[in-house]
């Protein structure tokens, strides 16, 4: 099987890679897709959907495999559907893998070419953005500081230690503080030099 040429934004909770990923996909040649995509888009009376609702009723987390099982299903219909064409678009992921099991088992669907770290060095200053960016979409729960402290903390713990999962050589580090231009900017740097090389082979195929 032919693995997917990506690109993983990485980030803390606020960072922006949802807002940066999001811009990249309207894109010619970038198919963005979000972890929370997959699950918006389940069929919950699908086998995997039922198995979802099994553990989110619960108010319990998805195993890793089933996770990466519905990802997998997700980006095939897409790609049946003709959204995302693998021979022409480079894939930007969001939000998955999050895990290093996940990170493990996705190995065998995707070839990361490039991991776009957005980094905020300054955590009070991410933690009043999203404390504001909750109170403008009136989602006030998440705009207690506990619950923005808390998911902070399991980002630390259990996500960040994914970037340990991939080579140094594929990592660079954006710096998430600033405009969304500003910060684009500094993404497109990275991406670019992945899109032009996959041009230039689809050109030569």
């Known amino acids: 099987m032919n693995r997917y040429k990506t690109v993983l934004l990485f980030g803390a909770p606020g960072s922006g890679k949802g807002t940066q ?9 970038y198919y963005h897709m979000s ?16 198995v ?15 996770t990466v099982k519905m990802w997998a299903k997700n980006i095939s219909a897409r790609h049946t559907l003709g959204e995302f064409k693998p021979h022409f678009d480079l894939l930007i992921l969001d939000g998955i893998p999050r895990t290093i099991e996940q990170a493990e088992l996705m190995r065998e669907h995707i070839d990361v070419l490039k991991v776009v770290h957005l980094v905020c060095r300054d955590q009070e200053a991410m933690i ?10 009136n989602r006030f729960d998440d705009a207690d500081e506990k619950v ?28 998430a503080i600033g405009s969304p231009a500003r910060v684009l900017d500094e993404v497109l740097k990275q991406v670019v030099p992945i899109q032009d090389a996959k041009f230039a082979e689809f050109d030569g195929a």
């Open 21 to 29: 990923g999001a811009v990249l996909g309207r894109i010619p040649g």
């Open 35 to 50: 972890c929370g995509d997959v699950f918006r888009n389940l069929d919950i009376h699908s086998d995997l959907g039922k």
């Open 52 to 66: 979802f609702y099994e553990y989110s009723s619960r108010g319990e987390l998805v195993p890793d495999d089933v």
């Open 128 to 137: 009043e953005r999203l404390r504001r960016r909750a109170l403008k979409q």
């Open 148 to 175: 923005i402290r808390q998911r902070w903390e399991v980002y630390e713990q259990e996500t960040k230690p994914v970037l340990d999962f991939y080579s140094d050589s594929v990592i660079s580090e954006v710096d």
